[in-house]
């Protein structure tokens, strides 16, 4: 179970960074629309791997954590909403609500210092 979990939710993740790249590329045209789609995931995938990522040294607690993970995929559903993907948009809501609980209870904790 926990691994089917992981799984889900590690697609939800990847699903919103390109959600992210297909939005900057919905929003714009030519170079604008090209940046856009390179920067919106990094700076998404940057934020996450700071302050939501197991293994950051900078892992914020819940509820923070919780408000970052909201912000970021929220952003990710609204784009797709935004440029014209409704299915896609309910869908990546959908499984990131499904599996929340769940991945709270099974998500990967780090080691401590001895």
Same mark, same amino acid.
């Given at each position: 179970?926990?691994?089917?979990?992981?799984?889900? *939710?590690?697609?939800? =993740?990847?699903?919103?960074?390109?959600?992210?790249?297909?939005?900057?590329?919905?929003?714009?045209?030519?170079?604008?629309?090209?940046?856009?789609?390179?920067?919106?995931? @990094?700076?998404?995938?940057?934020?996450?791997?700071?302050?939501?990522?197991? #293994?950051?040294?900078? *892992?914020?607690?819940?509820? #923070?954590?919780?408000?970052? =993970?909201?912000?970021?995929?929220?952003?990710?559903?609204?784009?797709?909403?935004?440029?014209?993907?409704?299915? @896609?948009?309910?869908? @990546?809501?959908?499984?990131?609500? @499904?599996?929340?609980?769940?991945? *709270? *209870?099974? =998500?990967?904790?780090?080691?401590?210092?001895?």
């Amino acid at each position: 179970m926990r691994a089917a979990v992981l799984t889900i *939710r590690f697609a939800s =993740e990847l699903a919103a960074l390109s959600a992210l790249a297909a939005t900057g590329i919905g929003l714009a045209d030519g170079t604008p629309a090209a940046t856009l789609a390179v920067v919106l995931p @990094l700076t998404a995938a940057a934020a996450w791997g700071r302050y939501v990522a197991p #293994a950051s040294t900078r *892992r914020l607690q819940d509820p #923070a954590r919780a408000t970052v =993970e909201l912000l970021l995929f929220t952003a990710a559903v609204v784009g797709l909403a935004g440029t014209g993907h409704p299915v @896609l948009a309910i869908s @990546l809501s959908a499984a990131v609500a @499904l599996t929340a609980p769940a991945n *709270r *209870r099974h =998500e990967p904790t780090t080691p401590t210092a001895a």
